[in-house]
Antibody, heavy 120, light 107 residues
Framework: QVQLKESGPGLVQPSQTLSLTCTVS????????VSWVRQPPGKGLEWMGA???????DYNSALKSRLSISRDTSKSQVFLKMNSLQTEDTAIYFC??????????????WGQGASVTVSS | DIQMTQSPSSMSASLGDTVTINCLAS??????LSWYQQKPGKSPKLMIY???NLEDGVPSRFSGSRSGSDYSLTINSLGYDDEGIYHC?????????FGSGTKLEIK
């Protein structure tokens, strides 16, 4: 069965770098994409970026200068690194599987989310 | 960026009611719209894709529709299990964007 699980530090200091790992099972990273989506407390969802099955990446332009997404297919892991963190980056960070339903791209499986607080 | 204006931000309805949640896209997105349901403390769950297609396993009480740039999610015969936050999502153009969410409470 398809599963995704985020891991990483719960607390990051301002101006530091956030590193999160998404470990997947039940599918191959060379067959499906993985996106990162975050949700600040009490707010809506924000798509951060994706790594596609071929290894290319796309980023939200609002975060592009600070964000990097990479993967290790042998370990079925996707990595998120974001630098220069500020308090407004406090959020739940989700990794999601992308798949196709005919012409339509969907995020059909989500991890449980990793809570990240930016605070000194 | 494509803005998704979602309404209402919150609503309360009774068991058995029919409710409709709306999303207005700031530009044409074709049928490249999904709806997600999110329960408290949980991750979102895909309900509708392609504006009108029901994801496998989702009850047929849920339906999606489109009129121009207006997209709607309708839930018939509301049950307690339908309580949560509903998000619309466009995947027509990068960056992918979401509506601000609609919190549905069952009275």
């Amino acid at each position: 069965q398809v599963q995704l699980k985020e891991s990483g530090p719960g607390l990051v200091q301002p101006s530091q770098t956030l590193s999160l790992t998404c470990t997947v099972s039940g599918f191959s990273l060379t067959s499906n994409s993985v996106s990162w989506v975050r949700q600040p407390p009490g707010k809506g969802l924000e798509w951060m970026g994706a790594i596609w099955s071929g290894g290319s990446t796309d980023y939200n332009s609002a975060l592009k200068s600070r964000l990097s997404i990479s993967r290790d297919t042998s370990k079925s892991q996707v990595f998120l690194k974001m630098n220069s963190l500020q308090t407004e980056d406090t959020a739940i960070y989700f990794c999601t599987r992308g798949d196709l339903r005919g012409y339509y791209y969907v995020m059909d499986a989500w991890g449980q989310g990793a809570s990240v607080t930016v605070s000194s | 960026d494509i803005q998704m204006t979602q309404s209402p931000s919150s609503m309360s309805a009774s068991l058995g009611d029919t409710v409709t949640i709306n999303c207005l896209a700031s530009q044409d997105i074709g049928n490249y719209l999904s709806w997600y349901q999110q329960k408290p403390g949980k991750s979102p769950k895909l309900m509708i894709y392609g504006a009108t297609n029901l994801e496998d396993g989702v009850p047929s009480r849920f339906s999606g529709s489109r009129s121009g740039s207006d997209y709607s999610l309708t839930i018939n015969s509301l049950g307690y299990d339908d309580e949560g936050i509903y998000h619309c999502h466009q995947y027509y153009e990068y960056p992918l964007t979401f509506g601000s969410g609609t919190k549905l409470e069952i009275k």
